[in-house]
C-alpha cells in the first residue's frame, strides 16, 4: 500500500545553510506524527515542502505514491490540508465565511449550498466557536482564530492535515480539546496527522512517530517510543532535561535548579 505522503531523499536549505540532508519519511493512514526541533531548524519549511510550497528536486516528494510535483494544485489541496503558524483573517470575513472557504477544493459549482452551511456550522460548534459565526475575523482573538482555521481543515477534510505550532495561542482545555477532535477526525479515521509543536510532552503524548530536526542537516525519524529520549531532546536542544516517570509514560522537564 502507498502510503499517504513519502519523503525520498529530502533535502531542504535556507541560503547556504541546510536545514534537512536527505530525510527519508513516510507517513501512513491513521499515523501521528510529531516534528521538533530548536527555532530555525527547519520546521516551517518542512511543511510547506510537503504542501506543495517550497519547490524540492522532482521525484523526492510522493502523494499516495505519485510525484507531488505532477499533481495539479485543486487535487493537492483534497488530499493536503495545511494551518501555519501566523493565522490569516483575511480581509473582514466572517468566521463561517473563513470556514466556508474550506470547501473550495472540492466545489464544481460557484455557489454556497445549504449542505455546505451546515458542514461549516457543525464545524464551528465542534470547535466551539457557534456563537461567533458571524464575527469580523479581524476581531478575533489569536485562539479564536486558530480554532476557526482548525474548523475549516475539518470542512476541507484532507486526507493529511499539516498544523504548525496549532495549539500555541490556546490554554490547556482548549488544547486537549483540539488534540481530541483533530485525532477523531484524521487518526481515527486512517488519515494523517502531522504537528510541528515546541512542547515535548504534548507532542510525545499524542503522537504516534516523531521526527527530530537538529538545523544542521541531522534529523532522526521514527516511532515515538524509540526516537523520544531524554538524551536525544537534551542533544536536539542543546540544553539537559530531566525524565521523568508518568502513569502513561516518561515526560521531561527542566532542572530549575540546575
Known amino acids: 500500500m502507498s502510503a499517504l505522503i513519502e519523503a525520498h531523499a529530502l533535502t531542504l536549505a535556507r541560503g547556504e545553510r541546510c536545514l534537512v540532508r536527505d530525510l527519508d519519511f513516510r507517513m501512513d493512514a ?4 510529531a516534528v521538533l526541533g530548536p527555532n530555525g531548524s527547519g520546521k516551517t519549511t518542512l511543511l510547506k515542502a510537503l504542501a506543495g510550497l517550497v519547490p524540492v528536486p522532482p521525484g523526492h516528494l510522493e502523494l499516495g505514491g505519485q510525484a507531488l510535483e505532477r499533481i ?3 487535487e493537492r489541496a483534497r488530499s493536503i490540508g495545511l494551518v501555519l503558524q501566523q493565522g490569516h483573517p483575511g480581509l473582514h470575513n466572517t468566521a463561517l465565511e473563513l470556514v466556508m472557504s474550506g470547501h473550495h477544493p472540492h466545489r464544481r459549482h460557484w455557489w ?4 455546505e452551511y451546515q458542514d461549516a456550522h457543525r464545524a464551528l460548534r465542534e470547535v ?3 456563537t ?3 464575527q469580523d475575523t479581524q476581531t478575533l482573538s489569536g485562539g479564536e482564530l486558530r480554532r476557526a482555521e482548525i474548523a475549516r481543515l475539518l470542512v476541507q477534510s484532507p486526507a493529511i492535515a499539516l498544523l504548525d505550532e496549532p495549539f500555541n495561542h490556546l490554554d490547556i482545555g482548549q488544547q486537549v480539546s483540539m488534540i481530541r477532535l483533530l485525532r477523531r477526525h484524521f487518526v481515527r479515521r486512517d488519515k ?3 504537528l510541528v509543536s ?3 510532552n504534548l507532542a510525545t503524548q499524542v503522537a504516534s512517530h516523531c521526527l527530530l530536526l537538529h538545523g544542521d542537516g541531522r534529523w532522526s525519524a521514527g516511532p515515538t517510543s524509540e526516537v523520544a529520549a531524554g538524551a536525544a531532546f537534551g542533544e ?3 540544553f539537559p532535561l530531566v525524565e521523568y516517570r508518568g502513569a502513561k509514560g516518561p515526560y521531561w522537564g527542566i532542572d530549575w535548579e540546575g
Open 112 to 115: 454556497d449550498t445549504p449542505e
Open 72 to 74: 495539479g494544485v485543486r
Open 236 to 238: 536536539l536542544f542543546q
Open 30 to 33: 491513521g499515523e501521528c506524527w
Open 192 to 194: 494523517g496527522l502531522l
Open 198 to 200: 515546541h512542547d515535548l
Open 132 to 134: 461567533l459565526a458571524q
Open 128 to 130: 466551539g466557536l457557534d
